[in-house]
């Protein structure tokens, strides 16, 4: 898959809360956890994160915890920019992409 696919895969530039949402489900299903697993390790209230992935707007303390657990970049999450991505994250979140 080339680098042009890529992009096309992960919604880059797209930054509607729906393209955000489908990053931040691919981002979650990429960690093997559930929303409550998440969401606790994440020390963030359940029904806070489901609210925030649901609706594609996830908080600075979501978005740091998953740069500092998974090295799942803002420009990935916000932006669909997989270029900070490492290959290995990259190639799991791909398998969880539309």
């Known amino acids: 898959m080339d680098y042009l696919e890529i992009e096309r895969i ?6 509607s809360p729906e393209a955000i949402h489908k990053r931040l489900v691919a981002a979650r299903q990429m ?3 559930t929303q ?3 969401a606790a390790n994440a ?3 359940y029904t806070t994160f489901r609210s925030q992935e649901q609706s594609g707007a996830p908080s600075v303390r979501l978005m740091s ?4 657990a998974f090295q799942v970049d803002f ?3 916000l932006g669909g920019d997989p ?3 490492p290959a290995d ?3 799991e979140i791909k398998k969880h992409l539309d």
């Open 31 to 33: 960690t093997g956890l």
């Open 83 to 85: 270029a900070r991505l």
């Open 43 to 45: 020390g963030i209230k």
């Open 89 to 91: 994250v990259l190639q």
């Open 10 to 15: 992960c919604r880059r530039g797209d930054t």
């Open 65 to 68: 915890y998953y740069l500092a």
């Open 75 to 77: 420009n990935f999450i």
């Open 36 to 38: 409550k697993e998440l």
